[in-house]
């Protein structure tokens, strides 16, 4: 079944942060990843406001974000992200079936 990270950053440096942005995707690619969103446009709906970077990748399954998250390419670059921004990041199991 699917899986999901959400990523929630904050950016703090962001020239650095480009670096990052640079190396994610070869990781997210090569490990069966793909963006759903990634910075986008976005409106809060409920709630305080969300004020930091949303991202959305999906996954052929748990595994495979692990193995992503865990790479080389992706330790790379995290490396290059860690003095550039602060992040929560959430790992989620999708659904077998729609409920509906």
């Not at 992503?68 to 992200?81: G, I, L, M, Q, V």
């Amino acid at each position: 079944m699917p899986a999901y990270m959400v990523a929630r950053i904050k950016v703090t440096d962001p020239e650095q942060y480009e670096v990052y942005k640079s190396l994610a995707p070869i990781a997210i690619k090569k490990y069966g990843g793909k963006y759903l969103t990634r910075g986008g446009a976005m409106e809060t709906l409920e709630g305080p406001e969300e004020t930091m970077r949303v991202v959305l990748l999906e996954y052929p399954d748990m595994a495979a974000v692990k193995a992503f998250y865990d790479s080389p390419e992706y330790k790379k670059a995290r490396d290059a992200r860690k003095d550039a921004a602060e992040g929560i990041f959430v790992l989620l199991e999708g659904l077998d079936a729609p409920l509906w």
